[in-house]
T-cell receptor, first 113, second 113 residues
Framework: DAGITQSPRHKVTETGTPVTLRCHQT?????MYWYRQDPGHGLRLIHY???????DKGEVSDGYSVSRSKTEDFLLTLESATSSQTSVYFC????????????FGSGTRLTVV | GENVEQHPSTLSVQEGDSAVIKCTYS??????FPWYKQELGKGPQLIID?????GEKKDQRIAVTLNKTAKHFSLHITETQPEDSAVYFC????????????FGKGTKLSVKP
């Protein structure tokens, strides 16, 4: 999607290894979000950021950490990957917290073996 | 916190027929209701949204209606086409520190030629 890119698009990793996913935006939006998508669960919020170095937890934050050192980059880290973290991860950006639509990235498919 | 229920989880229609997807929300403070379409292998894309000061909004073949009293809103797609086949998500939100969008679990729409 224009203005937001996720990397990598696909990744296979082993249980217990650390993994970092990157979200990069060129829209200068204040809010950035990380979601995971699993069958039967829809989109679940992991963490979000409301500014540089300002982050907060979502509903499924256990096992994940985030960092935002620049407006344009929001990193999601799995400190020690587990098979339950196999999922598709989406980053989203917004100029407002809940009163305007989000723009989603194309997703990262992560497989933990 | 906000809770969004979406029905049905799957919907199959013949090309040319109409499709209706319904969502209910729990938090009366919610005032923004977007709908997203997700095609296979892609991120969700905003297709239409409505705010609480409006009861209905149309954009070509799609329309959204909102009933604030009953706390439900619906997506209507008329004259469905095969390219409408996708997963559709509703969401609800409002501004402020707790106002992140909350998503329904999605509806898989299949349009048969």
């Amino acid at each position: 999607d224009a203005g937001i890119t996720q990397s990598p698009r696909h990744k296979v990793t082993e249980t217990g290894t650390p993994v970092t996913l990157r979200c990069h935006q060129t829209e200068n939006h204040r809010y950035m979000y990380w979601y995971r998508q699993d069958p039967g669960h829809g989109l679940r919020l992991i963490h979000y950021s409301y500014g540089v170095k300002d982050t907060d937890k979502g509903e499924v934050s256990d096992g994940y950490s985030v960092s935002r050192s620049k407006t344009e980059d929001f990193l999601l880290t799995l400190e020690s990957a587990t098979s339950s973290q196999t999922s598709v991860y989406f980053c989203a950006i917004s100029g407002s917290q809940g009163t305007y639509g989000y723009t989603f990235g194309s997703g990262t498919r992560l497989t933990v073996v | 916190g906000e809770n969004v229920e979406q029905h049905p989880s799957t919907l199959s229609v013949q090309e040319g027929d109409s499709a209706v997807i319904k969502c209910t929300y729990s938090d009366s403070a919610s005032n923004y209701f977007p709908w997203y379409k997700q095609e296979l292998g892609k991120g969700p894309q905003l297709i239409i949204d409505i705010r609480s000061n409006v009861g209905e909004k149309k954009d070509q073949r799609i329309a959204v209606t909102l009933n604030k009293t009953a706390k439900h809103f619906s997506l209507h797609i008329t004259e469905t086409q095969p390219e409408d086949s996708a997963v559709y998500f509703c969401a609800a939100g409002y501004g402020g520190s707790q106002g992140n969008l909350i998503f329904g679990k999605g509806t898989k729409l299949s349009v048969k030629p």
